[in-house]
């Protein structure tokens, strides 16, 4: 037989072969993620068997088990548009569930393997003018407790797809449709798939919950679309050909040496996707190029980049490029596909940019041109707000459906968002924590049966109405076990047996206990039975306890009105023998004589600054060490209360970034506190135009973060949490080694350990610096500080101070908003920087002082949060500063064009 032939027979084999033990892992595969899929054909009509899918045999179910509301339609598309399209939309989109009623339906999606583990979320939608109108709505979809994304259609014939890749907190999982006066919402098909663990990795730290919405995935070279069974996470990739000077090369025939085989990645990209990639026309071609505008230049995207060689190379020849990112090396090594083997390359880029432009640039080594086979491109989307208490939803669920309960607004999440809260419920909000149940009202809800036991798993009931229902059985001894619980109403209804004497015991610890034939001084059939020898020893006891009380409370308000009288002559005359009783220093801090300070502060002849309390003068002890000495004036009622606070925070609490208490002086009339010297004053006058030295954006990094770690522990370290409401550069000090440290706590407000936020009758703080939803509401949270401090490293960026009153200059905020949003970024940064800075590390300091600086606190993330960010920012610009700057390339010679990427998924048909 002809050698040549020989050999073509053997590659023919290998191929099969190859291919076959592909197959059968595939297979294995498919049958393991499949399992776990949950595929809804919304609308669906009961009964009956769902044909299977046209697209790769998957089984939809109806969505009857899914939710209790919404109308099931089919959709009025024309036929020949449905038989013609099926493989983009698939049987699932020829019907579609309406919501005509109610502002909020949600999809049940729970599922006990769901919390913590990756997972694609898809809702489809086709509205193909199911009701006759050729109204086509917009509504919000959201997941969980937030907002998802809009959805907007182009036309009643398009489909469009919204996607996300999710990391639940919860098994519990919900997706509603929240109606937004735009016409009714609608939902034609919902899908979930879990995800290898391995891939879509995020910079988000645990917890923080960033998910990534699909902005685009491309099969470049592609003829149809591809999803299950080819791709066994089910993932949708969409055909991409070729540009007008590009050219789509396919995958040799002659496949790797046996054994070797296609080796996957964690992303699992299928291999019919790979099969294809576009490059450059002409094999001396330098540069390929795609690019996006994005509709939001604020928004971040993360881009996975899947290559492999698809042409078996001669030895001559080599494929290796570099990317840029808008003309800047983006990814440090050059890159060199592997024949047969997907490598994925993961980019991130923060916000603020106004086009984004992505380059494959041929190396001067390199003899044949770049290619790219596929590209997913998601946003980054952030869900802040943590679901209800996982075990009160469960209990909530479980007493709905036991008594059958049919409530319009009793769907998705009891207690989020807030405008939705189920009827009959009461919940508390504090901000690190998820919302608890305290209330639960269902009086004359039908309820019938016993009492039941999931209430007990609400552990944080304090108020609980079943009155006027059928409920019957004994009174369960659980609900004795409730403690928190304040309030129980069990009154009409049809009980019977003992009330449990555990209940009756809480009554006498302050349980107020409504139900028949229960009185809460003695308890049910315990009392004596003659009533009128109750009353001779009743009324005489209330009287005296009445009498008792009256006598009290004058007692009391006359204490009161002398001791006020005294801590004004305090503060008026000052007199030492008085003081004492309004001031306590317990510190192991040096007491210094009046005779002392004078000394070491030369007759107070320095002056390093003014303050509401008094003056701050310069001071040396005996040991040359320099101390800066703030110092009470006598006519301060305000700073005398400052002062007195200030000492009592710094006597318990120590921090490298928090100024240190050196001694106090506290003699007669004349007060006053010593502390650490700081060599180069406050940040405020070092960003100021009249510094010899101008901050590196190093220093000024490590100043944010230095700053950011002293509030952490006040925040987080400190038990109980202190807040210190006026964070501002003038309050950050800066010593020798521009080690910055937080001081003037004189407004500080220290919290009990079960409180989360505190109600002030008076705003305190610095305007500019102060939380709009503080001075609104007059509830001050740590989220105050938070704010305070993203004004903060808006300073740090820009140089700028936060108001300037004389020019009437805009607030530093909607400043830096202007620049923003008209994409002129550089505006914004300090221009005595002189651009030695990373851009990139610029951008992120600025999302993240615009995240801090968020009007609503819930917005705003958490000390601990901003500290991780600036580390990170930190030690990137560290690296960068070590490695030395790469210059920018720019490139623009045999330039290949991919088309623009559109901003969604949809799939337009004919009209």
Same mark, same amino acid.
């Given at each position: 037989?002809?050698?040549?032939?020989?050999?073509?027979?053997?590659?023919?084999?290998?191929?099969?072969?190859?291919?076959?033990?592909?197959?059968?892992?595939?297979?294995?595969?498919?049958?393991?993620?499949?399992?776990?899929?949950?595929?809804?054909?919304?609308?669906?009509?009961?009964?009956?068997?769902?044909?299977?899918?046209?697209?790769?045999?998957?089984?939809?179910?109806?969505?009857?088990?899914?939710?209790?509301?919404?109308?099931?339609?089919?959709?009025?598309?024309?036929?020949?548009?449905?038989?013609?399209?099926?493989?983009?939309?698939?049987?699932?989109?020829?019907?579609?569930?309406?919501?005509?009623?109610?502002?909020?339906?949600?999809?049940?999606?729970?599922?006990?393997?769901?919390?913590?583990?990756?997972?694609?979320?898809?809702?489809?939608?086709?509205?193909?003018?199911?009701?006759?109108?050729?109204?086509?709505?917009?509504?919000?979809?959201?997941?969980?407790?937030?907002?998802?994304?809009?959805?907007?259609?182009?036309?009643?014939?398009?489909?469009?797809?919204?996607?996300?890749?999710?990391?639940?907190?919860?098994?519990?999982?919900?997706?509603?449709?929240?109606?937004?006066?735009?016409?009714?919402?609608?939902?034609?098909?919902?899908?979930?798939?879990?995800?290898?663990?391995?891939?879509?990795?995020?910079?988000?730290?645990?917890?923080?919950?960033?998910?990534?919405?699909?902005?685009?995935?491309?099969?470049?070279?592609?003829?149809?679309?591809?999803?299950?069974?080819?791709?066994?996470?089910?993932?949708?990739?969409?055909?991409?050909?070729?540009?007008?000077?590009?050219?789509?090369?396919?995958?040799?025939?002659?496949?790797?040496?046996?054994?070797?085989?296609?080796?996957?990645?964690?992303?699992?990209?299928?291999?019919?996707?790979?099969?294809?990639?576009?490059?450059?026309?002409?094999?001396?071609?330098?540069?390929?190029?795609?690019?996006?505008?994005?509709?939001?230049?604020?928004?971040?995207?993360?881009?996975?980049?899947?290559?492999?060689?698809?042409?078996?190379?001669?030895?001559?020849?080599?494929?290796?490029?570099?990317?840029?990112?808008?003309?800047?090396?983006?990814?440090?090594?050059?890159?060199?596909?592997?024949?047969?083997?997907?490598?994925?390359?993961?980019?991130?880029?923060?916000?603020?940019?106004?086009?984004?432009?992505?380059?494959?640039?041929?190396?001067?080594?390199?003899?044949?041109?770049?290619?790219?086979?596929?590209?997913?491109?998601?946003?980054?989307?952030?869900?802040?707000?943590?679901?209800?208490?996982?075990?009160?939803?469960?209990?909530?669920?479980?007493?709905?459906?036991?008594?059958?309960?049919?409530?319009?607004?009793?769907?998705?999440?009891?207690?989020?968002?807030?405008?939705?809260?189920?009827?009959?419920?009461?919940?508390?909000?504090?901000?690190?924590?998820?919302? *608890? %149940? +305290?209330?639960?009202? =269902?009086? /004359?809800?039908? #309820?019938?049966?016993?009492?039941?036991?999931?209430?007990? $798993?609400?552990?944080?009931?304090?108020?609980?109405?079943?009155?006027?229902?059928?409920?019957?059985?004994?009174?369960?001894?659980?609900?004795?076990?409730?403690?928190?619980?304040?309030?129980?109403?069990?009154?009409?209804?049809?009980?019977?047996?003992?009330?449990?004497?555990?209940?009756?015991?809480?009554?006498?610890?302050?349980?107020?206990?409504?139900?028949?034939?229960?009185?809460?001084?003695?308890?049910?059939?315990?009392?004596?039975?003659?009533?009128?020898?109750?009353?001779?020893?009743?009324?005489?006891?209330?009287?005296?306890? *009445? %009498? +008792?009380?009256?006598? =009290?409370? /004058?007692?009391? #308000?006359?204490?009161?009105?002398?001791?006020?009288?005294? $801590?004004?002559?305090?503060?008026?005359?000052?007199?030492?023998?008085?003081?004492?009783?309004?001031?306590?220093?317990?510190?192991?801090?040096?007491?210094?004589?009046?005779?002392?300070?004078?000394?070491?502060?030369?007759?107070?002849?320095?002056?390093?600054?003014?303050?509401?309390?008094?003056?701050?003068?310069?001071?040396?002890?005996?040991?040359?060490?320099?101390?800066?000495?703030?110092?009470?004036?006598?006519?301060?009622?305000?700073?005398?209360?400052?002062?007195?606070?200030?000492?009592?925070?710094?006597?318990?609490?120590?921090?490298?970034?928090?100024?240190?208490?050196?001694?106090?002086?506290?003699?007669?009339?004349?007060?006053?506190?010593?502390?650490?010297?700081?060599?180069?004053?406050?940040?405020?006058?070092?960003?100021?135009?009249?510094?010899?030295?101008?901050?590196?954006?190093?220093?000024?990094?490590?100043?944010?973060?230095?700053?950011?770690?002293?509030?952490?522990?006040?925040?987080?370290?400190?038990?109980?949490?202190?807040?210190?409401?006026?964070?501002?550069?003038?309050?950050?000090?800066?010593?020798?080694?521009?080690?910055?440290?937080?001081?003037?706590?004189?407004?500080?407000?220290?919290?009990?350990?079960?409180?989360?936020?505190?109600?002030?009758?008076?705003?305190?703080?610095?305007?500019?610096?102060?939380?709009?939803?503080?001075?609104?509401?007059?509830?001050?949270?740590?989220?105050?500080?938070?704010?305070?401090?993203?004004?903060?490293?808006?300073?740090?960026?820009?140089?700028?101070?936060?108001?300037?009153?004389?020019?009437?200059?805009?607030?530093?905020?909607?400043?830096?908003?202007?620049?923003?949003?008209?994409?002129?970024?550089?505006?914004?940064?300090?221009?005595?920087?002189?651009?030695?800075?990373?851009?990139?590390?610029?951008?992120?300091?600025?999302?993240?002082?615009?995240?801090?600086?968020?009007?609503?606190?819930?917005?705003?993330?958490?000390?601990?949060?901003?500290?991780?960010?600036?580390?990170?920012?930190?030690?990137?610009?560290?690296?960068?500063?070590?490695?030395?700057?790469?210059?920018?390339?720019?490139?623009?010679?045999?330039?290949?064009?991919?088309?623009?990427?559109?901003?969604?998924?949809?799939?337009?048909?004919?009209?």
């Amino acid at each position: 037989m002809d050698k040549a032939v020989m050999q073509g027979y053997v590659r023919v084999v290998l191929l099969l072969l190859s291919c076959f033990a592909l197959t059968n892992v595939v297979n294995g595969q498919n049958s393991a993620a499949v399992s776990e899929f949950i595929s809804i054909d919304c609308g669906f009509a009961e009964g009956g068997n769902y044909p299977e899918d046209e697209i790769g045999g998957l089984l939809y179910q109806p969505d009857k088990d899914f939710l209790e509301s919404g109308t099931g339609i089919s959709a009025t598309i024309e036929q020949g548009y449905i038989h013609n399209y099926t493989a983009l939309i698939g049987k699932p989109l020829w019907t579609l569930r309406s919501f005509p009623n109610g502002s909020r339906n949600c999809y049940n999606l729970s599922s006990a393997q769901a919390k913590g583990k990756r997972v694609l979320v898809r809702a489809s939608f086709l509205y193909g003018n199911y009701d006759g109108k050729n109204e086509i709505p917009s509504f919000e979809l959201h997941l969980g407790v937030e907002l998802w994304d809009r959805v907007k259609l182009k036309g009643p014939l398009n489909v469009v797809r919204k996607e996300i890749l999710h990391v639940p907190s919860s098994n519990l999982l919900h997706v509603c449709l929240v109606n937004t006066g735009e016409g009714t919402p609608f939902i034609s098909a919902l899908e979930l798939r879990p995800m290898n663990e391995a891939a879509y990795a995020t910079n988000a730290s645990a917890g923080k919950n960033e998910s990534l919405l699909l902005y685009r995935r491309n099969n470049y070279g592609g003829q149809s679309l591809i999803r299950y069974p080819d791709d066994i996470r089910d993932r949708v990739w969409y055909p991409y050909p070729a540009p007008q000077n590009g050219t789509v090369i396919t995958l040799s025939p002659i496949p790797p040496s046996p054994g070797q085989g296609i080796p996957k990645n964690v992303f699992e990209v299928p291999s019919n996707v790979m099969e294809t990639a576009i490059s450059n026309k002409e094999t001396g071609g330098k540069v390929l190029t795609f690019s996006w505008d994005p509709e939001d230049s604020t928004t971040n995207y993360y881009v996975y980049m899947h290559f492999a060689e698809v042409m078996r190379l001669p030895q001559n020849q080599t494929r290796v490029f570099n990317i840029l990112m808008n003309n800047k090396k983006w990814y440090e090594e050059p890159v060199s596909p592997s024949y047969w083997n997907t490598t994925t390359i993961f980019m991130t880029r923060p916000a603020f940019q106004s086009k984004w432009e992505i380059q494959f640039v041929k190396t001067e080594s390199s003899t044949l041109p770049p290619l790219i086979n596929a590209v997913e491109i998601y946003t980054v989307k952030r869900f802040l707000k943590s679901q209800t208490r996982e075990n009160d939803v469960q209990a909530m669920v479980n007493m709905k459906a036991s008594y059958r309960l049919k409530r319009d607004n009793w769907v998705g999440d009891p207690c989020l968002p807030e405008a939705y809260v189920w009827e009959g419920l009461h919940c508390s909000y504090n901000d690190n924590d998820p919302p *608890i %149940i +305290t209330h639960l009202n =269902l009086s /004359a809800s039908g #309820l019938a049966g016993n009492i039941s036991l999931s209430i007990s $798993n609400l552990i944080s009931l304090e108020y609980l109405d079943l009155s006027n229902n059928g409920l019957t059985g004994q009174v369960p001894n659980f609900l004795s076990q409730l403690s928190s619980l304040k309030v129980l109403n069990l009154t009409g209804n049809h009980f019977s047996g003992p009330i449990p004497q555990e209940l009756i015991e809480r009554t006498k610890n302050g349980l107020i206990l409504r139900i028949e034939g229960y009185e809460a001084t003695c308890g049910p059939n315990n009392c004596d039975d003659d009533k009128t020898t109750s009353k001779k020893f009743v009324v005489p006891m209330v009287a005296l306890v *009445i %009498i +008792t009380f009256i006598l =009290l409370t /004058a007692l009391l #308000l006359l204490c009161w009105r002398q001791k006020r009288k005294r $801590n004004q002559e305090i503060v008026r005359m000052g007199a030492k023998s008085d003081r004492k009783d309004g001031f306590n220093v317990e510190s192991k801090n040096k007491s210094f004589t009046y005779s002392e300070i004078l000394n070491i502060t030369k007759n107070f002849k320095r002056v390093l600054g003014e303050g509401g309390f008094g003056t701050v003068y310069h001071g040396c002890l005996g040991d040359d060490i320099q101390v800066a000495i703030k110092v009470l004036s006598q006519s301060s009622v305000q700073g005398y209360h400052e002062f007195q606070t200030e000492v009592e925070l710094l006597t318990r609490v120590h921090h490298r970034n928090l100024t240190s208490l050196v001694g106090y002086c506290y003699e007669g009339t004349n007060t006053a506190l010593v502390y650490e010297f700081m060599a180069n004053g406050n940040l405020r006058d070092m960003l100021s135009e009249r510094t010899s030295h101008v901050l590196s954006w190093i220093e000024r990094l490590q100043i944010a973060m230095d700053a950011a770690q002293g509030l952490d522990y006040l925040h987080n370290g400190c038990k109980p949490p202190i807040i210190h409401r006026d964070v501002k550069t003038t309050n950050i000090l800066l010593n020798e080694k521009l080690q910055a440290k937080i001081a003037d706590f004189g407004l500080s407000r220290t919290f009990a350990v079960e409180e989360k936020s505190y109600v002030s009758t008076k705003v305190v703080g610095t305007p500019g610096y102060l939380d709009p939803e503080y001075f609104e509401s007059r509830r001050l949270t740590e989220k105050s500080d938070v704010f305070s401090f993203g004004i903060v490293i808006l300073e740090l960026i820009s140089g700028r101070p936060t108001v300037i009153m004389n020019d009437k200059k805009p607030h530093i905020i909607q400043w830096v908003n202007f620049f923003v949003e008209t994409g002129d970024i550089r505006k914004i940064i300090d221009p005595k920087l002189k651009g030695e800075f990373e851009v990139d590390c610029v951008w992120k300091a600025l999302e993240l002082a615009m995240a801090c600086a968020s009007p609503t606190s819930n917005r705003r993330p958490n000390m601990d949060y901003v500290v991780t960010k600036l580390k990170e920012c930190l030690s990137a610009e560290k690296a960068r500063k070590d490695e030395g700057n790469d210059d920018q390339v720019f490139y623009s010679e045999q330039v290949l064009e991919l088309m623009p990427i559109a901003p969604d998924n949809s799939i337009i048909g004919p009209r």
